[in-house]
């Protein structure tokens, strides 16, 4: 199908585009063969209706005759002759229509005659100016399609490195406790192979409601409350607007797994991961946060969690999202801007 006719307004549109050149017709008959404006408008109007559904046909024949693959001389012959095709035909609809108005103006085929192949060559040069127009449009579609294929193959490959970067520091949690807790570990090992089935149930899905993503992060949660124990304190707090938004799988758990690795992990005490969520017209606003101990060894905060997570944002949504980090004296803050398109399970 043509592209024009894929939007509602795209036809409406189409043909107003076409207004100049209804204004350059009229010009030239006036001027070359002294038409009056009504017998100009009489000309025109069927002329540009009948030249403007042609010049849709160069969409197919320039798709059956790739620039790249086609042979030279097979192009140029081939619109050539849709070229003289087209404009025949849109001359003959043209004088049928002339035809018609005969009654109002009598002598109009007549007067109209001498500007034939005037018209002819400008139907001719418009229709090869379509063709030219439609090789840039699909030259267009080809460079998004290859962008979006590019943009699926990395969020795929970043997608590939978060599973074994959670599972190994899992695993090395769990190490620690079998000397000092057996039973805390067997309990921790439970707790994860919960949440490996319920990561790998998302399987190849690109996209799940937010609220999906918040309960594999409370899965997460519950592994991890097994080794902090009362020291790992969570408070969330969503809006409810904002979980059926569709969003990328593992964004939220890899900063909350962040927050606990560089933060709570460092006070004796422990402290709270507090997870907001506000829907914001037609973005979503995702903050985490949590406290951390200043004078704690100096560790990377900006970890593997954030890195991924910054670059998933940008390979699928570009410039529409953003990744903020904001640190005070022993409070760490990432906050996530996002847009916000409600989730479709075809999706």
Known sequence: MHPIFQHRSGLPLYFA??????????LVLRLSVHLGWMESAAVTVPLIVALAFVCLTPWYSCRALPLRSAQPWKL????????????????????ICIAGWTPIFPDLPTRFHPALPILDGMVLLIFLLSVALHYVLLAMESSRRAELLSREAELKALKAQVNPHFLFNSLNSISALTTVDPAKARDMCVRLSEFLRSSLSL????SIPLSEELALTRTYLDVEQVRFGQRLRVMQDMDVNCCDCEVPPLLVQPLVENAIKH??????????????GRRLHR???????????PEAPETRRNGFGLISVRNRLAARYGNAARLEIQVTDDRYRVALTL?????????
Not at 263 to 276: F, P, S
């Open 203 to 206: 399987g190849e899905r690109t």
């Open 339 to 347: 847009p916000c398109e409600d989730f479709h399970p075809s999706t």
């Open 263 to 276: 933060g709570i992990a460092t006070l004796v005490e422990g402290g709270e991961v507090a997870i907001r």
């Open 17 to 26: 585009a076409w207004m100049p050149f209804a204004l350059l017709f009229a």
């Open 76 to 95: 140029i012959v081939s619109h050539l002759v849709a070229a003289m095709c087209a404009s025949a035909l849109v001359l003959l609809v043209t004088r």
């Open 283 to 293: 973005f979503i606003s995702l903050v985490i946060e949590n406290p951390f101990d």
